[in-house]
Structure formats: C-alpha cells, structure tokens
Nanobody
C-alpha cells in the first residue's frame, strides 16, 4: 500500500507557473505508474498526465500539452507536475494517483489507479 500527499498548490495569475509535488510513503514507489488528475467544481475528474516507473515514458492530456511537465524522483519517492503558462481554466483541485499495474502501462482512466492523495487546490486568476 502507498500513501500520497500533494503539496505546492496555491493562487497564481494567468501566465504564471506552479510546481506541484506528491510524496509517497513505502519502499515500492518506483514500481507504480503515477498520474495527475484534476477536478473543477461541477466537472468530472480529468486526466492531466502520467509517467512510467523510471520516468522514461510520459503522456499528457490534450488540454495541458506543451504547458505541463510530469516527472518523478524515485530516490525521493516524489512525483512532480511543473505547470507553466497557467490559464484560469486550469483552476481545479489536483490529485496524484498511483497505479500498481505490472506492465508499466500508462493509463488515462481514473478507475485504473489504486491509490489517491487528498488533493491540492490550484487557482489561476485572470
């Protein structure tokens, strides 16, 4: 089992940047595919980005391509999301999630992820 704790959210002006972190407990972090999702009020949870075991494979959702970068540091049990050129429509609660699939397969489906953090609020003002 793994516990996830997000940090780094906050209020930023449009065009600004934030870096989110997600720290995981346990000794098997490197064997989880990790993902970021977000949810705005009244909306369904939306896939943001995913990364494979060693960071060699990544995939971004269409709405954040070219602006957000997912990365991980397995030595620190930490997942990151660098968010640049932020827009008001990026305002949401951001969640990190861990998928224990055995194939190192990246997935955009929230139901495939086994563990979730509590979320961190990101607010982008216009």
């Amino acid at each position: 089992q793994v516990q996830l704790v997000e940090s780094g959210g906050g209020l930023v002006q449009a065009g600004g940047s934030l870096r989110l972190s997600c720290t995981a407990s346990g000794r098997t972090f490197s064997r989880y595919v990790m993902g970021w999702f977000r949810q705005a009020p009244g909306n369904e949870r939306e896939f943001v980005a995913a990364i494979g075991w060693n960071g060699g494979s990544t995939y971004n959702g269409d709405s954040v391509k070219g602006r957000f970068t997912i990365s991980r540091d397995n030595a620190k049990n930490t997942l990151y999301l660098q968010m640049n050129s932020l827009k008001p429509e990026d305002t949401a609660i951001y969640y990190c999630a861990a998928d224990r699939n055995q194939m190192n397969r990246l997935t955009t489906t929230s139901h495939d992820y086994d563990y979730w953090g509590q979320g961190t609020q990101v607010t982008v003002s216009s």
